[in-house]
């Protein structure tokens, strides 16, 4: 049933913003509701969505990513997103604390998603990992941590290269196994005192 005052395009963007919700975690983006909703253009889902809040059906900051909610849904948290991982080939940074520390922006997602865990987001860029349906360009929720069981993924900085990777981890008799998801790729090989395990992955926002 539509409610009062709202036209039925704006009634079907409510309806995708809440199932775009339920079914992710987080908010859809002004592009994710044009092609949701078949509408003509960008300018024209931001009239509908300014009216929307105008009227109190959504909330939503325009200095935040992925900001728009309804008020029923559940507690917000900010997310600090710090740049961006290799999940491929490792990126070379110049040191570990710089990409773990130099906020690019911040997220915002529902409180469901990180389960009351203390969070970063990396922006992952590779194809290691699409067997684990993490593909290039999609978002990584990491709990930062410095240990982890066999089969976690994690961002693993390799000391000795100056490089961090997103793999999962295994524990071999005398050697670290960074192992990729993807099985056109072979896994990196490392003394376990030249590898540092710098979080693992608790969530993915994905790229549509």
């Not at 080939?89 to 773990?100: C, K, L």
């Not at 922006?123 to 930062?144: E, H, P, T, W, Y």
Request: glycine content about 6%.
């Amino acid at each position: 049933m539509r409610k009062p005052g709202t036209s039925e395009t704006r009634q079907r963007i409510l309806q995708f913003i809440r199932e775009f919700a339920e079914e992710k975690g987080y908010a859809p983006t002004i592009r994710d509701i044009l092609r949701g909703c078949n509408i003509s253009s960008t300018a024209v889902v931001q009239h509908h969505l300014n009216i929307l809040e105008r009227e109190g059906y959504i909330d939503r900051d325009p200095k935040i990513f992925r900001s728009i909610q309804l008020p029923e849904r559940g507690n917000l948290v900010m997310v600090p997103l710090l740049g961006t991982i290799a999940a491929g080939e490792p990126i070379p940074v110049q040191s570990s604390d710089v990409w773990r520390t130099e906020t690019v922006e911040m997220l915002q997602i529902t409180d469901d998603i990180t389960q009351g865990k203390e969070v970063y987001a990396l922006k992952v860029r590779g194809l290691s990992m699409v067997d684990a349906f993490i593909d290039d360009g999609d978002i990584v929720l990491m709990q930062q941590v410095n240990t982890a069981n066999d089969g976690d993924m994690i961002a693993a900085w390799l000391k000795e290269q100056q490089e961090v990777t997103l793999k999962r981890i295994y524990r071999e008799s005398d050697r670290i196994r960074l192992q990729p998801a993807n099985n056109q790729m072979d896994p990196i090989y490392v003394n376990p005192d030249k590898v540092e395990i710098q979080g693992k992955v608790v969530g993915v926002i994905r790229k549509l």
